[in-house]
């Protein structure tokens, strides 16, 4: 019998593994998706961002096993303990599918841009995309290792992203007053910047289910926002 029972212990904590596994594949996959779509931008590489585009159905069907795998896991009557690693990867792993979906539609602006002439703000854009890129690698790595504290520092600095892309977004508003021509690239650039600070929500959001996961009855400190890109718009 304790064979038996052992034998159900150690299959449940390998699926849970392989739980963690496929979540931090789908997470490397997305991070890769954005850095692409970031070089596809700067090198004006049409090629390249249709294959962002065409890769993104792959992030989606993972997200998809991912979410059955937790259902088995669900029906196996887990602990209150079990029932927090389902619920934060259900979460985590649909954060990571939001995240995809930016990089996709970065690249579909990019091949919209890149008809145009190169504008002065992509080098800001991409060190925006960077830091973003650096949010989500940090907070997967958190998860990983269930480090509630790497985690919680994620979830801090969300605020330096809000003030990149506050600042492009104050940047870019004055590019398009000095010369309309410059309307419909920049719009491009806005919309690819608020994605970019999106995808930063999405590290938040990823690092607040690790808390939880490590400190369920530990509640977090209100989160310091940055984001005044609302304020900046004409009246």
Known sequence: MNQEHDHIVRSYDEEQQHLSDEIQRMGAMAIAQLEAALDALARRDDQLARHIIDNDAAIDQLEEDISQGVMKLALRGPLASDLRVILAALRIASDIERAGDYAAN??????????????????????????????????????????????????????EVDMLHTALFRE????????????????????????????????????????????????????????????????
């Open 106 to 159: 970065l690249a579909k602006r990019a091949i919209v841009l890149n008809a145009s002439l190169p504008m002065p703000q992509i080098p800001a854009l991409r060190e925006l995309g960077m830091r973003v890129i650096q949010q989500m690698r940090d907070v997967l790595r958190a998860y990983a290792e269930l480090d509630a504290e790497a985690a919680q520092r994620v979830r801090e600095r969300d605020a």
């Open 172 to 235: 870019l508003s004055a590019y398009m007053m000095q010369d309309a021509r410059n309307v419909q690239a920049c719009t491009h650039l806005l919309f690819m910047a608020k994605n970019l600070e999106r995808i930063g929500d999405h590290a938040t959001n990823i690092a607040e289910n690790v808390w939880y996961r490590v400190h369920p009855t530990l509640p977090l400190p209100p989160r310091e926002k940055r984001d005044h890109s609302s304020d900046l718009a004409p009246a």
